[in-house]
């Protein structure tokens, strides 16, 4: 469903992602994993039109997306999670899950949709009116994931999510991931965290300076010598 | 004594946070610094006084017909502001807005001489009394409508989707875009909608104020005083900002010298930003 040929981009001119080629298809985890600086999330703000110069095509449900700017994105059903769980602080947690409903067509189904983010996450049915600058950082992080729900997209693009959590909320959040796919929502998700990463994921892309270096399903990828060693510390 | 000096401080207040609150959201969601914003109130005020003149129409009444006129003149402004890259843009603003604000006074005075002016309602001298306070009906009224549009603008930046959106490109515009804001049209509307209040608040306030060509630098100066007291981008400060301000202006004009009124912005600003740069609501409550 999400097709990505021959992306090149970067920072003025300084490039940050070489040549990626991969596609995504519908239903599927598809994992990006590699190390700090590796390009990981410059790939997914290129894949939202937040990258300004990119070069290459980017096909979602066969139309061609590369050059157009980022709300056009948001309005074809990509949902993009940005990391170190970026919510409106000084807004409250309703109004945030609100502007996910912010597409005209989204906002029939504003009341269903708040049902189902509260059934995911409970909690964020208590701090409804709180602003969300002081929810802790896993009830930002389930916002954020609400947030994209409230669009009713066909594909997330998740950044980090366990970024700067602790375990047992990782946990909980990855729970609610788990549950999301199960119901068919297709998700491409950058980590840090390798070994949660390919947990969940069915594929995995493994990305060192800029490039895909490795490919494949991630049962494959777990038992790779070289990922054990390196990103796994196992010998 | 004292409860009429501060409740004519409050009057004059409800109309000083409206001329604030447009510039407020100005820089919010932009981060331009708008010195035309006198020169729209200036414009507000000589519409008013004309359309009063000329066809007899209430000046609480002519902003709907003068709005739409406002709202393209900040739409023009926006696209000469609009090329400006970020990071330049509070400085660069500042100096094309100052600019384009002696370019729109000096043309007032060419078209409207440097006279000044008075809209003359057939009400203008009467009073009623509120604890033994003398207030004129036209302070009232105009204070009233303040108050009215304030609060009216207050529930549309937190109930409409418009307004949200706004809001929330003020705090994130790439997270905004993420969920389909348009951030440019959302910028461009916002610059708009801030003059549109600059002029509306003109007009409410013609029946009170004489109306020169540079009377606009006299509110630009109110207007940033209270945006700094009651933080950047605040709608709320900017209503309690309006009122320190006039209730403290009152107080000066009374105690001190009655000359010593405008010198109380500055005093008010220059401790704003040596105590507490983030201004009262310390930027926190943002509206």
């Known amino acids: 469903m999400f097709e990505v040929r021959d992306l090149i981009g970067g920072y003025g001119k300084l490039e940050v992602i070489k040549n990626i080629n991969f596609d995504i298809k519908e239903g599927e985890i598809l994992s990006i994993i590699g190390p700090n600086g590796a390009g990981k999330s410059t790939l997914l703000r290129a894949l939202t039109g937040l990258l300004p110069n990119l070069k290459g095509s980017i096909r979602f449900l066969g139309e061609e997306l590369c050059g157009k700017p980022p709300h056009y994105y948001a309005s074809v059903g990509i949902a993009h999670v940005q990391e170190r769980h970026r919510v409106f602080g000084t807004m409250t947690v309703r109004e945030n899950l609100l502007m996910g409903a912010y597409i005209k067509t989204k906002r029939q189904s504003i009341e269903k949709n708040l049902e189902t983010v509260f059934e995911l996450f409970p909690r964020l049915k208590e701090r409804l009116k709180q602003q969300a600058g002081t929810l802790s950082g896993g009830e930002q992080q389930m916002l954020t994931i609400g947030q994209a729900l409230m669009m009713m997209p066909r594909l997330i693009l998740l950044d980090e999510p366990s970024l700067g959590l602790a375990p047992l909320l990782i946990n909980s959040i990855y729970d609610a991931l788990m549950k999301l796919n199960e119901q068919g929502m297709t998700i491409l998700l950058v980590e840090q965290n390798v070994k949660k990463a390919l947990q969940i994921s069915q594929r995995a892309m493994l990305i060192e300076n800029g490039e895909i270096v490795l490919q494949g399903n991630s049962q494959d990828i777990k038992n790779n010598e070289t990922i054990n060693k390196v990103y796994l510390g196992m010998a | ?287």
């Open chain 2, 1 to 287: 004594m004292i409860i009429s000096i501060i409740i004519n401080g409050l009057l004059i207040g409800c109309i000083y946070s409206l001329i604030a609150v447009g510039l407020t959201v100005i820089f919010g969601v932009m981060r331009i610094i708008n010195m035309f914003h006198g020169d729209a109130v200036m414009l507000g005020m000589y519409s008013a006084y004309l359309l009063h003149e000329k066809y007899g129409i209430s000046p609480y009444i002519s902003p709907i017909i003068t709005a739409p006129a406002f709202l393209v003149i900040g739409l023009a402004i926006y696209k000469i502001l609009e090329p400006i890259p970020p990071k330049q843009r509070e400085m660069s603003s500042l100096i094309i807005t100052l600019g384009i604000s002696f370019v729109t006074a000096t043309l007032a005075m060419l078209i409207w001489t440097a006279d000044y002016r008075t809209v003359n309602l057939s009400y203008s001298q009467e009073v009623f009394d509120i604890f033994g306070t003398r207030i004129g009906y036209p302070a009232f009224f105009s204070s009233a409508f303040s108050v009215i549009l304030i609060i009216a603008f207050y529930f549309f930046m937190t109930k409409t989707f418009l307004g949200m959106s706004i809001r929330a490109t003020a705090i994130d515009p790439v997270s905004a875009s993420l969920f389909g804001v348009n951030v440019k049209v959302i910028s461009m509307l916002t610059f708009g909608i801030g003059l549109v209040l600059a002029g509306v608040a003109g007009a409410i306030l013609s029946p009170i104020f004489y109306i020169y060509p540079f009377v606009g630098s006299n509110f630009v100066i109110k207007a940033f005083t209270i945006v700094v007291l009651g933080g950047m981008g605040s709608v709320t400060g900017a209503l309690i900002g309006g009122l320190l301000l006039g209730v403290s202006e009152a107080l000066a004009s009374t105690f001190l010298e009655y000359s010593m009124k405008d010198i109380i912005a500055f005093i008010i600003f220059l401790s704003v930003l040596i105590f507490k740069p983030s201004g009262i609501l310390g930027g926190k409550s943002r509206v």
